[in-house]
């Protein structure tokens, strides 16, 4: 177990912990407490990677658990921010649907022995994701974060569409 894969199973574990302070208003600051656990946990998505590749150090549980562990974290924001009322259920509808559709023709692409990388497109639709995500978890919805949100929704279609588009072969039904 090296210090990549590690940083992953914290990030699974950090998952709960979020959920707990974004959806129980224990103190003034819970909703503060949640981003921050929302952030640390997205940094360790970057640090593994880091890691990982400066020092060798990608393994098959890596590979598989460290985006499964990202969709968990995405999933629960989601889903909580659906609960307190700061994200449209749709907003989560089309990010996880993408997420799925994704999965399914990296899962394909894996079992022809093709990895995908992803593209400036994915990058741009992760980051803004971050974005629109931490700012509605700390403060809420309002008119800036919702364009944030939706600014990120269009770049998780257009991620989307690019990706089946470039990958097209993964997906025909042998």
Same mark, same amino acid.
């Given at each position: ?8 199973i ?6 709960p ?20 656990i929302f ?22 549980f ?10 968990? $974290?995405?999933?629960?924001?989601? %889903?909580? +921010?659906? &609960?307190?009322g700061d994200?449209?259920?749709w /907003?989560t ?16 692409a ?20 971050f ?11 309002n $008119?800036?974060?919702?364009?944030? %949100?939706? +600014?990120? &929704?269009?770049?998780t279609?257009?991620?989307? /569409? ?13």
């Amino acid at each position: 177990m090296n210090t990549p894969n590690k940083l992953t199973i914290l990030r699974v574990l950090l998952v709960p912990v979020f959920m707990i302070f974004m959806l129980h208003n224990w103190f003034s600051f819970s909703r503060l407490i949640a981003a921050i656990i929302f952030v640390l946990a997205f940094a360790t998505d970057w640090l593994d990677g880091y890691l990982a590749r400066k020092n060798n150090q990608v393994t098959n549980f890596g590979k598989i658990m460290d985006p499964l562990a990202d969709k968990m $974290l995405t999933t629960a924001a989601l %889903v909580c +921010l659906n &609960v307190t009322g700061d994200v449209s259920a749709w /907003v989560t509808i089309i990010i996880l649907a993408r997420e799925f559709i994704v999965s399914g023709v990296r899962i394909s692409a894996a079992s022809e022995g093709n990895v995908i990388a992803a593209s400036i497109w994915g990058k741009a639709k992760t980051m803004w994701q971050f974005i629109a995500l931490t700012l509605a978890i700390w403060f809420g919805a309002n $008119l800036f974060i919702d364009i944030c %949100v939706w +600014l990120a &929704v269009v770049l998780t279609i257009v991620s989307g /569409v690019d990706y089946l588009v470039k990958n097209a072969k993964y997906l025909s039904m042998k």
